[in-house]
């Protein structure tokens, strides 16, 4: 089993659809908790953290789940410009740091 | 300013040759890491230093030697490359807990 395991994608929706992303992981120590976002042929830049009461951010909103160690992405009102894939990253202990493979999503218009 | 900054960006180079890649961050941070992101776009941990000391080495072959001379800067070092050494190298920098800031990425090809 992969330490961190997303859906594995592509997304394809229209836009003003609301997707959402689902992120599993393996190691009940972890601490830490961020989706990333990755646009082609650029680095990973930070999208939201994750934290245990859920939080948002305009139209994201990310929710964690502890015991079943789970985390979730929702994107209401999808743009063009959220085509991207999106990384569910998980911390445990401080320095180590998984990636799951990432979701892509295409938002056509 | 660049927050974390690689050089080159783009490396191409024949088997069997020595490269590195260097790394750059004026964030302040204690911790830099060494990410690869290879053909299927998994992007996995290869070393995390702190504050100049090596905190993780992931099980990469010792033909990788990244070096870091102070908290700002942690270069890597590659002997003797091999086509599956292709792929794109990111450094980033981070407090231990916190969120982690990527360089743009090296993309090496080996011929």
């Known amino acids: 089993r992969k330490e961190v395991e997303q859906d594995p994608g592509p997304f394809n929706v229209p836009e003003g659809a609301t997707v959402a992303f689902n992120c599993t992981y393996s190691n009940s120590a972890s601490q830490s908790f961020f989706w990333y976002r990755q646009d082609c042929r650029k680095e990973p830049k930070l999208l939201m953290s994750?934290?245990?009461s859920g939080n948002e951010d305009g139209r994201f909103t990310a929710q964690l789940n502890r015991a079943s160690q789970y985390i979730s992405l929702l994107i209401r009102d999808s743009k063009l410009s959220d085509s991207a894939t999106y990384l569910c990253v998980v911390r445990t202990g401080g320095f180590k740091t998984i990636f799951g493979a990432g979701t892509r999503l295409f938002v056509k218009a | 300013d660049t927050a974390v900054s690689q050089t080159p960006k783009y490396l191409v180079t024949q088997m069997g040759n020595d490269k590195s890649i260097k790394c750059e961050q004026n964030l302040g941070h204690d911790t830099m890491y060494w990410y690869k992101q290879d053909s299927k776009k998994f992007l996995k941990i290869m070393f995390s230093?702190?504050?100049?000391?090596?905190?993780i080495n992931e099980t990469v072959p010792n033909r990788f030697s990244p070096k870091s001379p102070d908290k700002a800067h942690l270069n890597l070092h590659i002997n003797s490359l091999e086509l599956g050494d292709s792929a794109v190298y990111f450094c980033?920098?981070?407090?231990?807990?916190?969120?982690?800031?990527f360089g743009p990425g090296t993309r090496l090809t080996v011929l």
């Open positions: 230093y702190n504050n100049k000391e090596l905190i």
């Open positions: 980033a920098s981070g407090r231990p807990t916190d969120t982690q800031y």
């Open positions: 994750v934290y245990s």
